[in-house]
């Protein structure tokens, strides 16, 4: 899906329904292709977590079925398992523009009639732990700062698009779920 693909969904189904809340889903993870998010990022590759190598850290996509054969995994690639998998860029949440730029596209939504945003793996940490290598003393401050930056956008997206009516799902175990305001 792309943000225009889902704010085109929503208005097709508030033409039938007028009274239905659509909700953009939105992965706190996983830099999708397909989104304008993710060329925004492109154009900014300091956005990307990495390791102190200077590589790109990735979490993998798995064909959870394993449904394709390793030679037609095409822009996925075959893993030793012999399922396809696709590796993700994960966004470094410790830098305020990112947070701004994740906060943004959500609000380019609703402002074309999406009701909110869906906010899928929002309160946790990822689960191979800290996103950042643990080679240096400097990781703990790594770490608190990509998790200060990623808890800070359900809360900024509540003071922005709950106040005006919307709806924000934050999706995670220990996450809050926002109710909409009326």
């Known amino acids: 899906p792309t943000e225009d693909n889902i704010v085109a969904a929503a208005a097709a189904v508030k033409a039938l329904n007028p009274r239905a809340s659509i909700v953009a889903y939105m992965n706190m993870f996983l830099d999708y292709p397909t989104y304008a998010l993710a060329k925004q990022v492109a154009d900014h590759p300091e956005w990307w977590i990495r390791d102190h190598a200077g590589h790109v850290l990735t979490n993998d996509i798995i064909d959870m079925n394993c449904s394709m054969p390793a030679s037609q995994c095409g822009e996925y690639i075959p893993a030793a398992s012999g399922c396809c998998v696709r590796q993700l860029p994960v966004w470094d949440f410790a830098k305020p523009p990112v947070v701004e730029a994740f906060v943004g596209a959500c609000l380019n939504m609703t402002a074309r009639g ?4 869906f906010l899928d793996a929002g309160g946790h940490s990822p689960p191979w732990g800290c996103p ?18 990623k808890n800070s956008i359900p809360r900024e997206l509540h ?8 709806l924000v799902i934050n999706n995670a175990a220990e996450g809050v779920y926002f109710e909409p305001v009326t």
């Open 132 to 149: 950042f290598p643990s080679e240096t003393q400097q990781n703990a401050s790594e770490c608190a700062a990509w998790v200060d930056g």
């Open 159 to 166: 003071n922005r698009v709950e106040i005006q009516g919307g």
């Open 114 to 117: 999406v009701d909110g945003c």
